[in-house]
């Protein structure tokens, strides 16, 4: 099924989101929680429990995963563009990851390597309350995870959304044989500026399979920085058409 009629004017939304402060920047004080959302746990697919937060509704599930050193907090702004798009969202902390207070507390060691097992977790767990078609989106190493578990057997997701994705951070790659499984559509985000992220992006468009696209932006931004910054407006409206595209199995 297709998520809800957009009932948001897309450039109001963008110009509410360049607002928001990045969660990961110093000093800078957390954004509320999701609108409606509710904090949950769930096993990683190795059994790490993990903490998070499901918000909206519907059959379409949207899995958001966070970068590095961020944690869950840092995608709740866009989460609630996404539920005003229909989605049920989830957002989660890494295992290790435990920022406190309402944005939870995930079990585990800082073990990066092996995040891509948090992500098949996510999905189980979104499929579990109720979402036929899911999709993921992850920033920087959250989006390389986001690959890897796309490739898996029976991951079964329609779409991959990145942004700043590397090919490899600390142990965690996307190499030529994880991408080439990775048959669902992928759209690759990143910065001119950032440093390496662009190079990385054009790397995992060539080393994957279609469909797949490749949008490299005007912007010194990393990750989930880029919904906050100068093109916040161009990105959420990249990702909302791309999802909104794949949300129909």
Aim: with cysteine; net charge negative; aromatic share 6%.
């Amino acid at each position: 099924m297709r998520p809800a009629t957009r009932r948001s004017v897309r450039g109001l939304v963008a110009s509410l989101l360049v607002v928001f402060l990045p969660a990961c920047g110093g000093g800078a004080e957390p954004p509320d929680p999701p609108a409606g959302s509710t904090p949950v746990s769930f096993p990683s697919s190795d059994g790490v429990e993990l903490e998070g937060r499901l918000a909206g509704g519907g059959t379409v599930g949207v899995v958001l995963s966070h970068m590095y050193p961020a944690d869950q907090s840092s995608w709740w702004p866009f989460s609630d563009v996404l539920t005003d798009e229909g989605y049920l969202v989830l957002t989660y902390n890494s295992r290790g990851y435990c920022p406190g207070g309402e944005a939870g507390c995930s079990e585990g060691e800082k073990d990066i390597e092996e995040i891509w097992r948090d992500v098949l977790g996510a999905v189980s767990f979104v499929r579990s309350r109720g979402a036929e078609t899911v999709m993921l989106v992850g920033a920087s190493m959250g989006g390389t995870a986001s690959l890897i578990a796309a490739g898996r057997e029976g991951a079964g997701v329609s779409a991959v959304v990145t942004l700043s994705a590397p090919t490899s951070f600390e142990g965690l790659a996307a190499g030529p044989e994880a991408l080439a499984a990775v048959t669902a559509a992928k759209l690759f985000i990143a910065g001119v500026g950032d440093g390496a992220a662009a190079t990385s992006a054009q790397d995992l468009y060539e080393l994957s399979p279609p469909p797949k696209r490749l949008e490299v932006l005007t912007t010194d931004d990393h990750g989930t920085d880029i919904l906050s910054g100068n093109q916040a407006g161009p990105a959420q409206t990249l990702i909302l058409d791309y999802l909104h595209r794949y949300a129909s199995p």
